[in-house]
Structure formats: structure tokens, C-alpha cells
């Protein structure tokens, strides 16, 4: 896995390390969301995946576990380097599915909340 696509995002994105537990049909693991837009996340996994592989996400937009999130995604960009860290894992991209209208609303207030936080943002790019 090597393709990462131009930078195309029309949405903030917020810079964050939280646990995200990850379940394909073949396997649960846990990885690391390193940030966060409101049509996806990108994973630091430590299970190579191929690009189309849907799972099901769980994460919680607190640290106490209080704010679950539980969204279907698909891996839409992978890039594993000589150059990575091997405890760090390989860095995907996911796309959420199917949110609809209620989970949409509610990732893009905790994305707004994490920004008005302090955490770091990335603005949207040329589409």
C-alpha cells in the first residue's frame, strides 16, 4: 500500500491521538485516529488493510469513555515506509459510510468543540 491522493478535503480537520477499536469480518484490533474531519480519520493501525476493506469504528470523543461514536468506514488510502516507525503502525485513511444526518451533527460539534479545545486544525484544501 503506497497511495495517498492529493490534498482535497473541503472540511477542518482536527489533530488528535485517540484509540479507535477496529472490526472487520476477519479481525478486531485497536489503532490510534490521528485526526479527525467530519468524513473520516486517519489510523494509525497495526494491521495492514487493503484499500476498499470496510469495518465498523468505535471511538468516544472523551477520554472517559462518556461520548461513543460507533460509524461503518473504508479504508481509502494506505502508506507503510521503510521510513515509519515500526511500533508506530501504517497510516490509513477511512472514510465513513452511511452516517446520516443525527451522527453527522454530532461529529461536527465535537469537532468544533475540539477546536475551540486548542487542538490543532488543518483547514480545508482546494477541491
Same mark, same amino acid.
Given at each position: 500500500?503506497?497511495? %495517498? +491522493?492529493?490534498e482535497?478535503?473541503? !472540511?477542518?480537520?482536527v489533530?488528535?491521538? !485517540? +484509540?479507535?477499536?477496529?472490526?472487520?469480518?476477519?479481525?478486531?484490533?485497536?489503532g490510534?485516529?490521528?485526526?479527525?474531519?467530519?468524513?473520516?480519520?486517519?489510523l494509525?493501525?497495526?494491521? +495492514?488493510?487493503?484499500?476498499?476493506?470496510?469495518?465498523? #469504528?468505535?471511538?468516544?470523543?472523551? +477520554?472517559?469513555?462518556?461520548?461513543?461514536?460507533?460509524?461503518?468506514?473504508?479504508?481509502?488510502w494506505?502508506?507503510?515506509?521503510?521510513?515509519?516507525n515500526? /511500533?508506530?503502525g %501504517?497510516s490509513?485513511?477511512?472514510?465513513?459510510? /452511511?452516517?446520516?444526518?443525527?451522527?453527522?451533527?454530532?461529529?461536527?460539534?465535537? %469537532?468544533?468543540?475540539?477546536?475551540?479545545?486548542? !487542538? #490543532?486544525?488543518?483547514?480545508?484544501?482546494p477541491?
Open positions: 500500500m503506497s497511495f %495517498i +491522493p492529493p482535497r478535503r473541503s !472540511y477542518m480537520r489533530q488528535l491521538e !485517540y +484509540p479507535v477499536k477496529c472490526m472487520t469480518p476477519q479481525v478486531i484490533f485497536e490510534k485516529a490521528i485526526n479527525l474531519g467530519l468524513h473520516g480519520l486517519s494509525l493501525s497495526p494491521v +495492514p488493510l487493503e484499500i476498499g476493506t470496510e469495518m465498523a #469504528i468505535l471511538f468516544s470523543f472523551t +477520554p472517559d469513555g462518556d461520548t461513543p461514536f460507533l460509524a461503518l468506514a473504508e479504508v481509502i494506505g502508506e507503510e515506509g521503510e521510513d515509519q515500526a /511500533n508506530e %501504517i490509513l485513511g477511512l472514510r465513513f459510510l /452511511n452516517l446520516g444526518r443525527q451522527k453527522e451533527a454530532l461529529l461536527s460539534f465535537h %469537532i468544533h468543540q475540539l477546536a475551540l479545545s486548542g !487542538y #490543532i486544525t488543518s483547514t480545508p484544501g477541491a
